[in-house]
Structure formats: C-alpha cells, structure tokens
C-alpha cells in the first residue's frame, strides 16, 4: 500500500504567537496547524499548561498528517519573531458577567501581554481575541504603537458566522449557502445588515418576515450570552478560534479577502480613533482597504451608538489603567 503525503504543505518558517492557552488559544492553535498555516508558540503563565497542551497537539501531528510545530512556553523570548500574534489573554465570561464587566481586569492584562509580545516581535501583525473586544484591540494598539492596519480585533467574523447559522437553521438550508454581515461593537450594540445579508444572493428580506429577521438578529447579538449561559463554566470557543484562524490564513495567504473586523476608523462611516467592526480586506500587511457600505439612517445611527458605547469604555478602561 502507498502513502500519499502531497497534501503535506511546509509551514516554512511562518509563525503565529498566540498569548494564552485557555480554550480559545488552544483550539485555534489546533485549527492553525492541522490546517498547515505555520508553526504555533502557545504562552501561557501557568507553568505547564502551554507545555502540555504543545505535547499533546503534536502527539496527534502523524494522525493529522500536518508538518507544522507548536511549542509551549510561560517565556516571551520564545515567541520571538512571530508573524502574527494573537492575544487571548484574560479573564473569560461566566454567567452573570458581560464583556463589559470584564473592562478594568482584562485591560490591565491585556495592555501587559501586548507591550511584551511586541518587544519581542515589533514586526508582527496582532489579533486580539480578549474581551470586550473593541476596547482591548483599541489598547493594544496605543501600547506597540503599532500601524493601526497591523492591529485588529477578531469580531465581525464571529458575529456574522454566528447569524448565517442562524438564518441556515432557520430556512433549512446549507450555511454554505448564506453570507451574512453584522458591524458595530462586539456586543449587544452590534449592528446586523439584513441588507447584505442572502441566500445564494436573494436576499433574506425576500425570504423572511420582518419579526422572524428580529428574532434572529437579537439571537445574534446575545450569541455570545446564550453559550455562556449553556455551558454555565465559561464561553465559547470553536467558533471564536475558527474566525480567527480565517482571519490568520486571509493574512498569511494574502487572500485579500472582505472580512467584517473590528479595525480603526478615522473618518469612516463618521467616526475617528476608535475600533469598531466594519467590513475591511485583509490580506498580508493586514487590513488592506475599510470599505464604507451604504446604511439605512437607522444602521447608520445604531452603528454611532455602538461607537458611542466602545469609546466609553475605552475612557474607563484607560482611568482604570491610570490608576494602577
């Protein structure tokens, strides 16, 4: 019997540093490497919980047939020269909590996590994952001073692929079928675009009544709550680490691909210095082009406040900084 390994693509020396090795981490170094986007150093302060989840993912390497390496490390030095970093660091959901209460703690973390991991690699591209979303990608970029297209936050995706599930279950169809587009802060001042949003290009507005479309954008927008509420021990997981391994191989690929992702604005859609999600094309020096898609005066005003609401707590979360 003969082996084929010519789907065995070298990750070269391409590398994605992924701070923290809680769930999300951990499985979207699983989805980096069995995919065979680049070689994964997992970080994590808990002395052996990076080490052991590497060993454990590479153990699988000869079942997955993938050539990409993942080290574990509660060292910085090690994440050296990363492509792409990507911040997970924090303290997760748990019920009772929203993103929003998790502001000053995950602030402190994340502005920490961020100022090391740059030192050490100054010419990556980051993708911050931690909670609220907006507020930290907004941190993370005043603290590496990094150009604001090399600095994003994964956001837009996840909420998008949460509603095209929804529209998919709910008209009995093929997710592969549905695009859906949701804007605004990751939160529940998200702003879905019913407009863009179709099944094999007819419109769901064709296809549903208008509650039906409410019901399940609201679903959307507490997507996030509702697995938090299930699981009752913590958030969710799988989807967030596949939007974000869909943003890593846009990058890594320069795919160029329109993906909605909390980017900086600085004039568009009427607002300036802050990160939001709107729909960007990614590819491999980061956000590429922020495209301005035409809005209903109603989108256009919840998307200001959605904004209003992730600059307040961008101004909480910086006093909470002053303050230690």
Do not use: W
């Not at 019901?215 to 021990?233: C, M, S």
Request: glycine share 8%.
């Amino acid at each position: 019997m003969t082996v084929s390994y010519d789907s065995l693509l070298p990750c070269q020396s391409l590398r994605v540093a992924i701070m923290g090795a809680g769930n999300v981490g951990r499985t979207l170094a699983q989805r980096i490497i069995e995919k065979n986007l680049a070689n994964v150093v997992l970080l994590d302060v808990i002395e052996g919980l990076p080490q052991g989840v590497a060993l454990d993912l590479m153990e699988a390497q000869g079942l997955e047939q993938h050539n990409c390496e993942v080290m574990g490390t509660t060292d910085y030095q090690e994440t050296a020269g990363a492509d792409i970093v990507v911040i997970t660091a924090g303290r997760a959901r748990t019920p009772g909590i929203s993103r929003d209460d998790l502001l000053a703690i995950n602030a402190k973390i994340v502005s920490e996590v961020a100022e090391k991991a740059f030192k050490h690699s100054p010419n990556a591209i980051f993708i911050v994952i931690t909670n609220p979303l907006d507020v930290m990608t907004y941190l993370t970029q005043k603290v590496t001073g990094l150009p604001p297209q090399r600095v994003m936050g994964m956001a837009g995706v996840l909420d998008s692929s949460r509603l095209q599930t929804f529209l998919a279950m709910e008209l009995g169809v093929s997710t592969a079928n549905v695009t859906a587009m949701v804007l605004g802060g990751h939160g529940d001042l998200m702003v879905p675009l019913p407009a863009y949003c179709t099944v094999n290009g007819i419109p769901i507005t064709q296809l549903l009544d208008s509650k039906t479309i409410d019901r399940l954008l609201e679903r959307t927008r507490n997507g996030g709550a509702e697995v938090v509420k299930l699981l009752k021990t913590g958030g969710a997981y799988y989807a967030p680490a596949s939007s974000a391994c869909i943003m890593i191989e846009t990058i890594l690929k320069n795919q160029s691909r329109l993906l909605p992702t909390a980017a900086y604005l600085q004039g568009e859609y009427g607002l300036n210095d802050i990160y939001i999600g709107v729909p960007c094309v990614l590819a491999c020096g980061g956000v590429k082009e922020i495209l301005e898609v035409k809005l209903t005066s109603q989108e256009q005003e919840a998307l200001k406040i959605s904004a209003a609401s992730v600059r307040n707590n961008v101004n909480l979360a910086l006093k909470s900084l002053e303050k230690n």
